[in-house]
């Protein structure tokens, strides 16, 4: 398998987890909070997904 979608995942959660953190900072309503909780789960992925691939390029 390529790298190619291992890379389109951690990136793409990246963005979309700063994306809706930065959108729930500026609605901080009760649609806000939801979106900072959803942000956590997104740069959780994408921390990790960054991490297998520097391992893996190590090896």
């Not at 649609?31 to 740069?43: E, H, R, Y």
Request: hydrophobic share 55%; with cysteine.
């Amino acid at each position: 398998m390529t790298l190619n979608l291992p890379i389109t995942v951690a990136i793409g959660s990246a963005a979309a987890g700063v994306g809706a953190a930065v959108t729930g900072v500026y609605l901080l309503a009760g649609a806000g909070w939801a979106l900072i909780t959803c942000s956590l789960p997104l740069l959780a992925l994408s921390t990790i997904t960054f991490r297998g691939l520097l391992r893996g390029a190590t090896e």
